[in-house]
């Protein structure tokens, strides 16, 4: 019978996949809504429908084995060797491109507002490119999760492990390192330059319309940066460094890391002006094509 702590966090885990794959649906869509499909103006729209769905694959990794687990005793790691390597590969992969990306937003955000004119990094065509070359980085960096990891025992059992290596600890120090240290130092220095110049465009009396319209965006992205690093950095930590210790702080550490990849919608309507008159106004139209209704056509009279 699991204990109520393991309830508690199974069902918690439960909760973020709903709201979580609910929550950045409802975010994709109004991301790809007319309003936003101008990328040349705002090519940081790329990485940020990229996040989304890589914040929503990350909560069916370990977090939905987690609640199968307690709650169905069912286990996705030893359900097939494809499910295994699967859920074992985008556990790694999901956290560490989303860190990636956020550090080019950071750097995008920071090139917007300290530029008069458009940079290499601020092309949307360019932006693709990074994108398809921070997953393609990434990939081959775990492309050994299907290749070595994930076995039969001779019971005929499925092992998590590698056959070939100790894979625990030891890609937990490299995760941390590629998902949390590096993103970290570099989303500070360039979120400083970010807070800097925003103070700095807030004195200024005569304002550039090219930084105007990055201003509000910026200070959502970095809003979000800011809780990206506090919500994952001591999960990273814990696991790296202090996997034997107490099971129930691990497991809060490991809700609170999940719990960051289902609030993009909530920080967007909070900060972000655009993305909240959007999604009201959805919700306003709707009401009104409720509200009409057709009238029915009255034959005329014929004599």
Not at 69 to 77: A, E, V
Not at 258 to 269: R, T, V
């Amino acid at each position: 019978m699991p204990s109520t702590e393991s309830l508690i966090v199974a069902n918690y885990s439960f909760t973020l996949i709903v709201i979580g794959t609910l929550f950045n649906a409802i975010t994709f869509l109004i991301l790809s809504r007319p309003r936003f499909r101008n990328t040349r103006a705002r090519p940081t729209l790329h990485y940020m429908r990229t996040m989304i769905i890589l914040d929503t694959f990350m909560l069916y990794g370990w977090n939905l084995d987690r609640y199968l687990k307690t709650i169905h005793g069912f286990y996705i790691l030893r359900y097939s060797l494809a499910s295994c390597k699967f859920v074992s590969f985008i556990s790694y992969f999901a956290p560490q491109s989303s860190a990636w990306l956020r550090v080019f937003v950071c750097l995008d955000r920071y090139l917007s507002l300290s530029r008069l004119h458009r940079t290499w990094f601020s092309d949307s065509k360019h932006i693709l490119m990074i994108i398809a070359c921070i997953l393609g980085v990434l990939f081959a960096l775990n492309l050994h999760f299907f290749l070595f990891v994930c076995y039969y025992r001779q019971n005929g059992t499925i092992s998590a492990l590698s056959w070939l290596y100790d894979i625990y600890p030891l890609w937990d120090y490299v995760n941390l390192g590629v998902c949390n240290i590096v993103p970290f130092v570099l989303m500070v220095i360039f979120n400083s330059g970010v807070v800097y110049h925003l103070i700095i465009l807030r004195r200024t009396t005569t304002l550039q319309n090219s930084h105007i319209q990055h201003r509000a965006i910026s200070i959502t992205l970095v809003i979000t940066t800011f809780l990206f690093l506090a919500m994952t950095m001591p999960s990273g930590i814990a696991f790296a460094f202090f996997s034997d210790a107490n099971a129930t702080l691990l497991k809060f550490f490991d809700s609170f890391l999940y719990s960051y990849y289902i609030l993009s919608f909530p920080l967007y309507m909070l900060t972000f002006p655009e993305f909240r008159e959007e999604c009201i106004s959805i919700i306003a139209l709707k009401r009104c094509d409720r509200r009409i209704q057709p009238q029915a056509r009255v034959p005329l009279r014929t004599t």
